[in-house]
């Protein structure tokens, strides 16, 4: 809609001008900001998927620009007397980046439609990237980079891009991919006959200016498909920072770009087997610990008892040793670690009928714990460790009670 609220609305005249003058006919104090009205102005406000503008009024930072009934506010720290005249000067590279993006939304959403008849039924202009959201369920990665040629290549052909104010009836003659959903007049963007859209935001003079479109990701998003894509400016950030990854990666590598891909290959699967020989060789110094640790264990004549606190041992290792220990048969293993945090491990052999849980119970009064298990296993987290050793061994001489 063009000139028909109580702000006059400047920027969907000419999205290229920043310099502008206007009348201050309003000025609302909000809590700590105020809401100036003008009597026209260049600052775009958030709507329509698009974010504001930003700026200054007479050198006034513009914070937010928002509207409400068909006035726009512009927010300040700064209260601007009614009647006031203002110069007001628009943020020129976020309004490019914003035009770069809004009108490569346009050519991308036609695509989608052209060529899969998925309309977008969502638009947001992020900060770093922006999305739209189709209304299909699944969209192949071939297709994505045919829809994604498809708006480069119109882009690059350096099309007109035009702003039309048409009555309803007159908008309908056109091939608009969306029904307007307003009354009296409508603004529409045209890009040469390829796409007609009806849209208030800010948009480039000819597509050439959008630089490029690059889709970077896709996404199941409510039934439907999200899709992100950057434009222009953000497209060349991106590739420069993935470029620079690329080369110190090659360096890294010692590779070529070309063959980085081939090289983690290879070391994924390297590392796989070194993972699978390093698990084995684990597997096989626990077992000998195992056996060392009850060879070395207090021997009753009806149970062995091993009880120790380890010290700078990874949690993971601790527990299966424990398990391995019990499992050698006739065992109570009572095991602790104090590295970083406490854990306690006790696991008795399935020929010895000792319920483990009471004597847990009793590790987490003491330490200060939490766990659980079943009968013959059971570990729990402690705050505690500076008595772990003197509890482990309180609990020993009761399971000898016991058994």
């Known amino acids: 809609m063009a000139d028909t609220g109580k702000t006059t ?40 998927g698009q974010p504001h503008d930003t700026g200054t009024l007479n050198e006034i930072p513009v914070l937010d620009v928002t509207e409400q009934d068909e006035t726009i506010y512009h927010i300040t720290e700064t209260n601007i ?50 999305t739209i959201d189709l209304s299909v369920s699944e969209i192949q990665d071939d297709m994505l980079d045919c829809v994604e040629t498809e708006t480069n290549r119109i882009i690059f052909s350096n099309q007109d891009v035009k702003i039309h104010n048409l009555t309803l009836d007159e908008s309908r003659k056109l091939d608009l991919r969306k029904e307007p959903s307003v009354d009296g007049m409508v603004r529409v963007v045209s890009i040469a006959d390829f796409d007609h859209s009806a849209c208030c935001g800010t948009h480039v ?12 990701h896709k996404e199941r998003y409510k039934g439907g498909i999200r899709v992100t894509f950057l434009c222009g400016g953000r497209a060349l950030k991106d590739y420069q920072l993935k470029d620079k990854a690329m080369r ?53 004549g009806k149970v062995k008892l091993v009880t120790r606190v380890f010290n700078s041992r990874e949690r993971a290792h601790i527990q299966l040793l424990t398990r391995k220990t019990a ?42 714990g939490r766990g659980g298990g079943s009968a013959s296993f059971a570990q729990a ?8 050793q003197s509890v482990l061994e309180s609990i020993q001489a009761d399971i000898l009670k016991s058994v």
């Open 81 to 130: 007397a009614t009647e006031t005249e203002v110069e007001g000067c628009i943020d020129w590279d976020r309004r490019f980046d914003h035009m770069q993006q809004h009108s490569g939304q346009h050519l991308l959403s036609r695509c989608f439609y052209k060529n899969l008849k998925a309309e977008t039924i969502g638009f947001h202009l992020g900060k770093t990237v922006s």
């Open 327 to 368: 499992a050698l048969g006739g065992v109570v293993a009572l095991f602790g670690t104090t590295d970083k945090t406490g854990h306690v491990f006790f696991a008795v052999s399935p020929d010895i009928q000792l319920d483990i849980r009471p004597f847990l119970k009793k590790a987490c009064d003491s330490l200060e």
């Open 248 to 300: 110190e990666a090659g360096s890294i590598l010692s590779a070529g770009e070309s063959d980085i891909v081939d090289v983690l290959s290879r070391w994924r699967d390297e590392r796989k087997q070194a993972a699978k020989t390093i698990k084995n060789l684990l597997e096989e110094n626990l077992t000998r610990e195992a056996d060392k640790l009850v060879q070395d264990a207090h021997d009753t």
């Open 9 to 48: 609305r400047l920027f969907e005249r000419n999205s290229k001008k920043t310099f502008f003058k206007a009348r201050v006919i309003g000025c609302e104090k909000r809590e700590k900001t105020y809401a100036v009205e003008l009597d026209q102005t260049l600052f775009y406000p958030t709507s329509g």
């Open 381 to 388: 987290s402690c705050l505690r460790t500076d008595q772990m």
């Open 205 to 216: 003079h000819h597509s050439g200016e959008i630089g490029i479109l690059k889709i970077i």
